[in-house]
């Protein structure tokens, strides 16, 4: 499965979609503007429901997911209106909710069948899971693994995999130690501050949602509740990030290369691919063409620090994010922890 959705398309999405909540919140709340017919209201109305998601078909959604992604977009810009626009002049609209509900119960109906479909086979996926454990030492490669071998490919599996993956590593991985008996594994985290960044930024997400969660209560409980949900969730994010680092080293075998970073993303390259690996000595910036073939392996770090190693690869190949995102690469920059080790294993490997 192929899903590129360009940081580009999601900032233009969020710049006009803020512009839009921005521009309908003064409407009702300056002076100029006032009186407020019904007609304006409807107009208003209009920009949450049509306008706003149009926006995310054409920016995010168009040649890249289902038609059905838009139906939370709508069901947002319902709420969106609710919360903007005051109760005076939303009462006669109140009647559209009805339709929209109608509309988001047929896909979450369509999304229950879906995931009953999915119980029913359960039992083979742990059985495939628990008998893969020595060949793929990885948990989220494991599971998709697992997956796949019983259904088909789809966004909403590629998502279900990657939030399992999301809350076993930040509640239940906690006392696990890296599992990897028939490969040669090199740590890239133990001298960058990547854990200690991720742990900074926990702490200043906890002091932050305390503090805005009742700021933002006394304007509306709705809003403060759905940010404190996404902090909560931003909080597993982080904890699960910060588990995958330490549990899953890059991998060397006598056929690939496994490059996993956290939880975010990873490629598998077959050594019969790389056309040559060396260290990294460029000192000029890179252009935009050159990142979009670029897979960065380095973790976070609080300095982005140049890469210690450059593989080129003799044909593009396809690295994964996470929530089943993909793109096409020819170039690894990676650094490790001993990059010289890692160098001179992977080119006897290679010559091998």
């Not at 919140?25 to 019904?38: G, N």
């Not at 359960?122 to 989220?140: A, C, G, H, Q, Y």
């Not at 890059?250 to 993303?265: A, E, R, V």
């Not at 976070?300 to 080129?312: A, G, H, T």
């Amino acid at each position: 499965m192929t899903l590129r959705i360009s940081n580009q398309s999601w900032v233009w999405f969020v710049l006009l979609a803020t512009l839009i909540l921005l521009a309908n919140f003064s409407l009702y709340r300056v002076e100029f503007t006032q009186p407020i017919t019904p007609m304006i209201t409807i107009g208003s109305f209009l920009d949450f429901i049509v306008t706003i998601p149009i926006l995310a078909y054409f920016l995010i959604i168009r040649r890249r997911l289902s038609i059905k992604y838009l139906f939370p977009f709508i069901g947002a810009g319902y709420v969106a209106a609710w919360l903007i626009i005051p109760a005076t002049y939303f009462q006669p609209l109140s009647a559209a909710k009805y339709i929209l509900f109608a509309v988001e119960g047929a896909f979450i109906i369509f999304e229950l069948v879906l995931i009953a479909f999915l119980l029913k086979r359960l039992p083979l996926v742990i059985d495939t899971f628990k008998s893969e454990k020595e060949r793929i030492p990885f948990f989220k490669d494991r599971l998709e693994n697992s997956f796949l071998t019983h259904f088909k490919p789809s966004k909403f599996l590629f998502i279900l995999i990657s939030e399992i993956s999301v809350f076993y590593y930040s509640l239940f991985a906690w006392k696990k130690r890296p599992s990897h008996i028939h490969f040669k594994a090199f740590s890239y985290h133990k001298k960058t501050s990547t854990i200690a960044l991720n742990i900074m930024i926990i702490h200043a997400l906890i002091i932050e949602s305390i503090g805005f969660h009742f700021l933002l209560h006394q304007w509306s409980p709705i809003i403060a509740i759905i940010a404190l949900v996404i902090n909560i969730y931003g909080l597993f994010m982080l904890l699960a990030e910060i588990q995958a680092v330490r549990l899953c080293p890059y991998l060397l075998s006598d056929q690939n290369l496994i490059l996993q970073t956290g939880i975010m993303k990873k490629i598998d390259i077959p050594l019969k691919l790389i056309l040559s690996v060396n260290e990294y000595t460029r000192s000029s910036p890179l252009s935009k063409q050159e990142l979009a073939s670029i897979f960065d392996a380095a973790p976070s770090d609080f300095i982005k620090e140049k890469p210690q190693i450059e593989i080129i690869l003799k044909d593009p190949i396809q690295a994964s994010y996470l929530y089943g995102m993909t793109k096409k690469v020819n170039t690894i920059h990676l650094r490790v922890d001993d990059p010289l080790l890692f160098l001179n294993t992977l080119k006897n490997k290679i010559e091998s």
